[in-house]
Structure formats: C-alpha cells, structure tokens
C-alpha cells in the first residue's frame, strides 16, 4: 500500500482544501452549528453506570434480555417515573417501592446482582440506598470489574456503549416521551428490535445521535453533581498507572552514518576552499557552504539518539527546515544585494543583542559579549551598521518557500515542527507527557522523566542535508558526494 493510500484511509476528517478560512482562522466544518456539546464520558457514563456494569459484566444477550424486561417494567410505572429516566440521580428521587418495581425482579438474579455490585464502591452513588437493598457487598474485585466497565465503554461508540445509548432511548419512548414522524416507522421498529432489525451500519449511529439530545445542557436536561463526583470518587480511590506511550522505543544505530556525516562535511569544506576566489567578503560563498555546514552539524548530533530521538532532535530539525528554505530562496534569488541582505541582518542582530546586554546586570551563559562584539564587527565596525529588525527578507518562511518554489516541503514539516519551538501545547504534551491507564481516571496525562521518542528526527535531516547539499552542487559544480539513504 502506498504511503498516500495510506494516509487516506486513516483520515476520517474534512480535508484541508474542504475548510474555509475567515480572517486568520481555518473554521471547522461544525463552526456555523449552534452547537452545544455534551461529554458521554464526563457526563452520561456516571449517570447510566447500572447498565454499564449490566452490559459488560453479563453476556450481551442476557443483558439486552434483562434491559427488554426492566422496559416492561418502566411502561408499567409509567405514571410514577413521569419524565424521569434510568439515570442514577433521576432514579434517586423515587420511592423505594417504584424503584423496587423497575429492577427487583432482575437483581433477584444473582448474576446481574453481582454484576452491579460495584456500585457499592460509590459512597456518593445518588440512589445507593435503593440498590443497598437490592445488591450484594461488592467484593475485592469490584474495583477491577469498574474499571473494566469503564474502559469498554468508554469510547462512545463501542458496542457496549451503543447498547447503552439504544436503553436510554427506548426508555424515554417506554414513557411515551419520545415523537417520531410517520415517514420514520421503520426506524422506530429497528429501535424496537435492535439489534436484529435493519442495517447496524446505520441503525447504531442513529441511535447515538439520538442519544446525544438526551444529554445534559440539550434542552431542560441538566449536569447533575453526580457526574463529577464519580470521577472524583475513582480519583481519590484507585492509583494511577502510568504508561509512557515510547515505551517500545529502542535506541537507532547510526554509528554507520557518523563516517558519512563526517566525511561529506570534509568534502563540503574541500570544496570551500576549492571555490573561494578572494578572501574579501563574499556573501553568496559564505552563506552557501555556511548553511550547508549548519545543517550537517544539526544531523551530526542528532545521530545520538538521546538527541535525535528526543526533544531536542524535533527542534534541530526544524532549525534544518529554516535554514534548508533559507538556501533555498537565496539561491533562488542568486542576488548579490539578497546574499549581503542576509549577511547584515545577522551582523545587525548581534550588534542589537550586545547593545542590550551591556545596559544589563544579569547576562545570559550561552553567549560571551566579546563574542557578541566580534559577530557584530566582522565585516564592519559596528557604528556604521544599521539595525534591521522584523524578518531578514521582510517575509515569513512561508512566503520565502513559496517563491523559492519549496511550499511543498514547507507544509511537509513546518507546522508540527514549530510547535516544539514555539512550546505550543501539543509538543509538551507529545514530549512531556504520558498517559494513565487507569480507566477511572479517565486516561489523564501524568509527566514523564526526559525519554527516547520511538520517531526519529535523523531521516529527515539526512533529506533535508542531501536537499541543501544539492543547492550547493547547483551554485558551485560539480560536487557530487552526497549521504546515502540506506544505512550499511
Ligand atoms: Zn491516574
């Protein structure tokens, strides 16, 4: 399978060129709903977690068998139950005898009984009292069999969950609450004897969309304090267990392409000197085999793997990706004003950067001010440099990639990239974070220690170095040697 049939077969979203832009915003495709939004893990698996443990604790034929009777059983109370659902705070305010009603018969049977037992655990369960009288003590293995409930059903559309959210429906159409129109019978009778009517491809996401109206915050329905008082009560009950997601992570081998690294920066600087015609400022020659250099440094250190497959590999690469577009478009350019343009802007920089640190007390370790001094002087003294502040070429990267004819390298690795520059969220959660997988904690992210990525930054930058070497063999032919992609 090609890597692009790839991709389209894991992507269940709106592509890119689908989604319209406003102002400095791509919209999603659901930006123009008005839209309220309802969580079935935060809000509806606390409310229904009778039929949670139901579903998962007993054959799904049993349990859809007992869900069918307990439905008999609401019809027949229709009366006492009014609006209220099978909701744990909704079944809280009835009367032990209607509530004796709707589930005696079925926790008679020591299986569902069992089943349901964990409830127990939950000191705050809001109808606790009424299935004390009704369920056995739970036993050392309730925590488990929660927490087990709980990760089958967490995603909502599990089978189990669907079962779930197909039980909530039908209750509130057993209390003759819920209205279809004509035209939709069919689907009204597919409800009534699912799962064995009609095509479950269609019948088990209506279902769920259904479902979701009866969600708090849609309509009258409200959040009730139960919902976070369960998650509260897992918390303060159950430990973490914590999982670091690069767990299988082993340590690549580059020790081949250290020799290749070397050897082709060894050529790079041969061939320096091969071409340099004066030793005057050359501005074109020196950006040239300097940006070269720089990126060959990046990969160099980054065949580490405690570099490049860590953090700092990400934020190497994306440095190699600013420098690639950067050769780029001064090739591209190949303007002796456009080179110099990019020589004395970073002459300017660190004339402004030593300006400010001798007005400072405190000065930063990575950078001596005599070094600063000497950057700021070396093609001319300082006080006749002007400052130029914004971009160097008064446009972002992006406009640079574009005209230099390297957009589609650009969206290849720009965005995920600049993340792990910028500390945008989702590179300190990737870097920085792993994941409980405890259940009942609802899969919450706990710091990890510094750790080996199972990605590894290195084949990128080995492209990105064969890419800038070949702007060099453009400017200045023939060089010929380049790293080869296949390790030995
Ligand atoms: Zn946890």
């Not at 809000?43 to 049993?62: C, F, H, K, Q, Y």
């Not at 009984?113 to 309730?142: F, G, N, Q």
């Not at 002087?377 to 574009?402: C, H, P, T, V, Y």
């Amino acid at each position: 399978m090609s890597k692009s049939k790839v991709n389209a077969v894991n992507v269940r979203t709106t592509p890119l060129s689908s989604l319209k832009r406003k102002g400095k915003v791509i919209a999603s495709p659901m930006s123009g709903l008005n839209m309220q939004f309802s969580s079935w893990i935060n809000d509806a698996i606390p409310e229904v977690l009778w039929s949670l443990l139901a579903i998962t604790g007993l054959s799904r034929e049993n349990a859809l068998s007992s869900f069918r009777r307990i439905l008999v059983n609401v019809r027949q109370n229709k009366s006492a139950l009014d609006t209220r659902r099978l909701e744990h705070s909704r079944l809280a305010e009835l009367e032990q005898p209607v509530f004796n009603a709707l589930f005696a018969d079925e926790c008679a049977n020591s299986d569902f009984a069992t089943a349901l037992s964990p409830l127990l655990l939950l000191p705050s369960l809001p109808d606790r009292k009424h299935w004390e009288t009704l369920l056995p003590a739970p036993d050392v293995a309730s925590w488990s069999r929660l927490a087990e409930t709980v990760a089958r059903t967490f995603d909502h559309q599990s089978q189990e969950a669907t079962d779930c959210r197909w039980l909530k429906i039908t209750t509130v159409a057993a209390l003759g609450k819920l209205h279809m129109p004509v035209a939709m019978s069919e689907r009204a009778r597919e409800y009534d004897e699912y799962p064995n009517r009609g095509d479950m491809k269609s019948v088990r996401p209506s279902i769920r969309a259904l479902e979701m109206s009866l969600r708090p915050g849609v309509g009258d329905e409200k959040r009730t304090s139960w919902m976070d008082e369960f998650w509260s009560e897992c918390w303060d009950s159950t430990d973490c267990l914590m999982a670091n997601p690069d767990d299988e992570a082993t340590r690549a081998d580059h020790r081949a392409f250290f020799e290749q690294v070397k050897s082709l920066y060894e050529a790079v600087v041969d061939h320096f000197l091969m071409t340099i015609e004066q030793t005057g400022i050359d501005a074109k020659h020196d950006a040239c085999f300097g940006l070269v250099c720089y990126i060959l440094q990046l990969l160099f250190f980054c065949l580490k793997s405690t570099v490049g497959q860590a953090l700092p590999g990400r934020i190497a690469l994306r440095s190699a990706v600013e420098c690639y577009i950067t050769l780029a478009y001064l090739v591209h350019h190949d303007s002796e004003t456009v080179w110099l343009q990019y020589r004395n802007y970073g002459a300017g920089q660190s004339k402004l950067a030593f300006l400010k640190r001798i007005d400072q007390d405190e000065v930063p370790s990575f950078i001596s001010t005599e070094l600063l001094e000497e950057l700021a002087n070396q093609d001319a003294w300082m006080e006749f440099q002007d400052i130029k502040l914004g971009a160097w070429a008064d446009k972002n990267l992006r406009s640079m990639a574009q005209e230099a004819g390297e957009k589609a390298f650009y969206d290849r690795y720009y965005d995920a990239l600049s993340g792990y520059v910028h500390g945008n969220w989702s590179a300190i959660s990737h870097s920085g974070f792993g994941l409980c997988l405890n259940p009942l904690h609802r899969f919450h992210r706990i710091p990890l220690p510094p750790r080996l990525l199972i990605d590894d930054a290195v084949p990128d930058l080995i492209k990105i170095g064969n890419l800038s070497v070949d702007k060099l063999a453009h400017m200045y032919p023939p060089f010929k040697p380049r790293l080869r992609r296949n390790e030995p």
